[in-house]
């Protein structure tokens, strides 16, 4: 089995959410779509891209001059290995005390508390 990619941090996570959106990006199209949020550095992008390269993050495509890159994981498979692992550390395990955590930490809409209910129901009937 192969071991976990390491854990991106913050400002790797805003590249990554780009790069989920899109697909794959040049540095440019990163930079631009960062940017609209808070001014961020062609330099500073190109540097992110170059250490989530050596993680293992981010895949780099040579196409003529350009680079395209684009996310090794999904966004569903990162999320889950950060709550994994947020899990493991800071509730032992349980995933009760995690929900609990969750739901007295940020108010849940009407919707989503449906939403987690319907969730549950169906794990229900996924376990018998």
Known sequence: MKPPLPKPTEA??????????RGRATVREV?????RAQPTGYTTVLKFLQIMTDKGLVQ???LGRAHLYQPTLSEEQ???QL???LLDRAFAGSAAKLVQRALSATPASAAELAQIKRLVSAME????
């Open 83 to 85: 709550v994994r692992d």
């Open 60 to 62: 780099r495509e040579e």
């Open 31 to 35: 930079t631009d779509v960062l940017n």
């Open 78 to 80: 990162t999320q889950g």
């Open 12 to 21: 790797e996570l805003g590249i990554l959410r780009v790069l989920w959106r």
């Open 125 to 128: 009937r996924k376990g018998r």
